[in-house]
T-cell receptor
């Protein structure tokens, strides 16, 4: 597609429920990244997919968080048993190669856990 | 570990005034440096990037940044700010195959 597409744009969920956030990267981009942006904070790296390599999961804050990337394209970030501290904007980005030309970001999914 | 520091959380400037946003990085290898802008409710847009060569780089929307190795800095500048420049600005660094590391951002307000 023309840009990185994320859905939904907003999600309100009850504490304890599971949520799935979707990212559709730019066609042909080999790398896909998930970041979390909390109020007053910068961007916190979560997970990184590069081609067919095993993902870099070093930024996932707990085992309630997981992500997959199917067919080297669309990615889904899943948060199980959501907590209020999970409320944030979740941003997805994609890039060619290692991203040294910069990343293209989606508009994000604003997650609110009530 | 690599890190990026943006010392100013919030800056207010008058429309038409000049702007400088500070960024310092801590990195062992030669870094690739970026500035991104985020308007309210939007994703991040790349303003400019530095890899090597000329240490003064030009970006979109009239922004420029200067890489100073001796000071580990990559400050963003604009000679004359417009009201539409009000946004959050993020400095970021990448080296090797690691993901981008971002600073905490500087919020820019523009007053008449």
């Amino acid at each position: 597609g023309a840009g990185v597409s994320q859905s939904p744009s907003n999600k309100v969920t009850e504490k304890g429920k599971d949520v799935e956030l979707r990212c559709d990267p730019i066609s042909g981009h080999t790398a896909l990244y998930w970041y979390r942006q909390s109020l007053g904070q910068g961007l916190e790296f979560l997970i990184y997919f590069q081609g067919n390599s095993a993902p870099d999961k070093s930024g996932l804050p707990s085992d309630r968080f997981s992500a997959e990337r199917t067919g080297g394209s669309v990615s889904t970030l899943t948060i199980q048993r959501t907590q209020q501290e999970d409320s944030a904007v979740y941003l997805c980005a994609s890039s060619f190669g290692t991203g040294r030309d910069g990343y293209t970001f989606g508009s994000g999914t604003r997650l609110t856990v009530v | 570990a690599q890190s990026v520091t943006q010392p100013d959380i919030h800056i207010t400037v008058s429309e038409g005034a000049s702007l400088e946003l500070r960024c310092n990085y801590s990195y062992g290898a030669t870094p690739y440096l970026f500035w991104y802008v985020q308007s309210p409710g939007q994703g991040l847009q790349l303003l400019l990037k530095y890899f090597s060569g000329d240490t003064l780089v030009q970006g979109i929307k009239g922004f420029e940044a200067e890489f100073k190795r001796s000071q580990s800095s990559f400050n963003l500048r604009k000679p004359s700010v417009h009201w539409s420049d009000a946004a959050e600005y993020f400095c970021a660094v990448v080296s090797g195959n690691t993901p981008l590391v971002f600073g905490k951002g500087t919020r820019l307000s523009v007053i008449a």
